[in-house]
């Protein structure tokens, strides 16, 4: 919960640094900011993608299973390839 809040917080800073840097024509705290503000709506993105994962998980932990093997049999071909 207090993560939401901290990635709340860091966006609307973010979005101020922006705003700035467009008003002094600043490039570097226009860049800052907008990196921070989109570094923290793409924490929404994870979070909730997690989230999306356990709830359908829990839901159907066979179909978690299966899916989690599948993926480690990918990633074991994956890696063993040289």
């Given amino acids: 919960m207090f993560?939401?809040?901290e990635n709340k917080?860091?966006?609307a800073a973010g979005k101020a640094q922006e705003v700035f840097g467009r008003a002094t024509d600043s490039h570097d705290d226009t860049v800052k900011g907008a990196t921070r503000k989109y570094?923290?709506?793409a924490g929404y993105a994870v979070r909730d993608a997690a989230?999306?994962?356990r709830d359908q998980v829990?839901?159907?932990p066979l179909?978690?299973?299966a899916i989690a093997g599948a993926?480690?049999?990918v990633l074991g071909f994956?890696?063993?390839r040289k």
Avoid: F, P, Y
């Fill in 58 to 60: 829990s839901s159907n």
């Fill in 51 to 53: 989230d999306t994962v």
């Fill in 39 to 41: 570094a923290s709506q």
């Fill in 71 to 73: 993926v480690g049999i």
């Fill in 63 to 65: 179909g978690g299973l």
């Fill in 78 to 80: 994956l890696l063993a």
């Fill in 9 to 11: 917080v860091n966006e």
């Fill in 3 to 5: 993560e939401k809040a």
